[in-house]
């Protein structure tokens, strides 16, 4: 699934809820099936610098070439926002990442229900995950 795809589904799944708590629950939702990651990958190097909340996450390349994302998060409702991230970046070329046009975030409409703080932590995983597929560019 290509990471316009999986937006559109995003989008999709967002349209269903009537108001912001509904879309936030849902958020918490998506938090609490992100994967959990290793104590021992809680280290200050995969910490997001930007975050107000603790936010790890880090990228592995696949033998096929694509970026698997792990990540976790201390606050639930920046865990769900990075799960939704992970979830359209996961499984992409590192081009794909770098290059990636999440408008999605503006069509469900966090960029305006998000707080300051969250949107600059929203903001600083993006970037990480586009310096990961940046940095996977180059190696290649």
């Given at each position: ?32 099936e ?79 229900h ?20 940046l ?6």
């Open positions: 699934m290509s990471i316009e795809s999986k937006q559109q589904e995003i989008i999709e799944e967002f349209s269903v809820f009537d108001d912001w708590m509904q879309k936030y629950e849902y958020i918490i939702e998506l938090g609490h992100l994967p959990l990651l290793a104590e021992s990958q809680k280290n200050d190097d995969l910490l997001i610098k930007g975050c107000q909340s603790r936010v790890w996450l880090n990228a592995a390349r696949n033998d096929d070439g694509t970026l698997h994302f792990t990540a976790d998060s201390d606050a639930i409702i920046t865990k769900g926002l990075v799960a939704l991230i992970v979830r359209v970046l996961d499984g992409e070329k590192p081009a794909h990442i770098a290059q990636a046009d999440l408008h999605f975030i503006k069509e469900i409409g966090l960029s305006e998000l707080s300051p703080t969250r949107s600059n932590g929203l903001a600083s995983m993006i970037k990480q995950m586009k310096t990961y597929g940095a996977y560019m180059a190696q290649s």
